[in-house]
């Protein structure tokens, strides 16, 4: 039996199979996460919970935006972050402009504080020009985001 629920849940992984797009999340594209979208919430669901055991129940989860810290240890034994902040989890079912761009918001936000030892909240804006960066920013990745998207949806049709 246990075989067979193994089998069961590498065909659905297998049949909705998720779409893999990197999406900067600055104009200067220093930073970057990526942006995985699945055919259905249920397929979205077992890749967050394989990927991201922390979070202990998906069921109203309509996308998730994954942040994390990606090091690497240079020779001289230096340790340097790599520009990768995080994972998007979308499915195409609630694939609106609503879910999409909330999601990508949290990704801009840690992205613009993903910086070596420095805290990540609160988030503060002091200036004009600061929230325009931001909304410039934001502007760059969803803009990126639905190209990728609407060429992929009439690539299939």
Same mark, same amino acid.
């Given at each position: 039996?246990? *075989?067979?629920?193994?089998?069961?849940?590498?065909?659905?992984? +297998?049949?909705?199979?998720? #779409?893999?797009?990197?999406? &900067?999340?600055?104009? #200067?594209?220093?930073?970057?996460?990526? $942006?995985?979208? /699945?055919?259905?919430?249920?397929?979205?669901?077992?890749?967050?919970?394989?990927?991201?055991?922390?979070?202990?129940?998906?069921?109203?989860?309509?996308?998730?935006?994954?942040?994390? +810290?990606?090091? &690497? $240890? @240079?020779?001289?034994?230096?340790?340097? /972050?790599?520009?990768?902040?995080?994972?998007?989890?979308?499915?195409?079912?609630?694939?609106?402009?609503?879910?999409?761009?909330?999601?990508?918001?949290?990704? +801009?936000?840690?992205?613009?504080?993903?910086?070596?030892?420095?805290?990540?909240?609160?988030?503060?804006?002091? @200036?004009? #020009?600061?929230?325009?960066?931001?909304?410039?920013? !934001?502007? !760059?990745? $969803? #803009? *990126? !985001?639905?190209? =990728?998207? =609407?060429?992929?949806?009439?690539?299939?049709?």
């Amino acid at each position: 039996k246990k *075989q067979e629920h193994n089998t069961a849940n590498w065909l659905i992984l +297998i049949t909705n199979m998720h #779409r893999r797009k990197k999406i &900067f999340l600055n104009e #200067r594209k220093t930073r970057y996460c990526y $942006v995985k979208l /699945y055919a259905d919430k249920s397929a979205m669901q077992i890749a967050m919970k394989k990927e991201c055991p922390g979070i202990v129940d998906y069921k109203y989860t309509l996308g998730l935006h994954h942040a994390y +810290i990606r090091l &690497f $240890v @240079t020779k001289d034994h230096k340790t340097k /972050y790599i520009p990768e902040t995080g994972t998007i989890y979308l499915c195409k079912e609630h694939c609106g402009a609503g879910v999409a761009t909330h999601e990508i918001m949290h990704a +801009i936000l840690w992205a613009y504080k993903h910086k070596k030892n420095k805290r990540q909240y609160p988030i503060t804006i002091n @200036t004009m #020009r600061q929230e325009e960066i931001l909304l410039r920013n !934001f502007t !760059f990745a $969803v #803009r *990126q !985001f639905y190209t =990728w998207y =609407w060429k992929t949806e009439k690539q299939k049709k």
